[in-house]
Nanobody, 126 residues
Framework: QVQLVESGGGLVQAGGSLRLSCAAS????????KGWFRQAPGNEREFVAA????????YYADSVKGRFTISRVKAKNTVYLQMNSLIPENTAVYYC???????????????????WGQGAQVTVSS
């Protein structure tokens, strides 16, 4: 069993930065791929970024490439999402997720993830 708790959300002006953290409990967390998804009001949950269980591969939505960075510290059981050059369209609830799947396509699909955090609100003002 894996439990995930996000932190670091908040209100920031356009052009600013935030770093989200996702702390995990459960000894097997390191064996899972980790992802960040977001959901704005009226929208479906969408993929933002993911990192493989080894930490050797990362994946990003086109809309955040070059601005967002996903990373992890294995010893701390924590995954991070550094968000730079934020724009109002990035406003959403951001969710951390962990999953175990066999295909690279799984990184992008929220249905492939087994564990989810409660979400962290990110609001970007113009």
């Amino acid at each position: 069993q894996v439990q995930l708790v996000e932190s670091g959300g908040g209100l920031v002006q356009a052009g600013g930065s935030l770093r989200l953290s996702c702390a995990a409990s459960g000894r097997t967390f390191s064996n899972y791929a980790k992802g960040w998804f977001r959901q704005a009001p009226g929208n479906e949950r969408e993929f933002v970024a993911a990192i493989s269980w080894t930490g050797g591969s990362t994946y990003y939505a086109d809309s955040v490439k070059g601005r967002f960075t996903i990373s992890r510290v294995k010893a701390k059981n924590t995954v991070y999402l550094q968000m730079n050059s934020l724009i109002p369209e990035n406003t959403a609830v951001y969710y951390c997720a962990a999953g175990y799947f066999c295909s690279d396509n799984g990184y992008y699909d929220p249905h492939e993830y087994q564990y989810w955090g409660q979400g962290a609100q990110v609001t970007v003002s113009s």
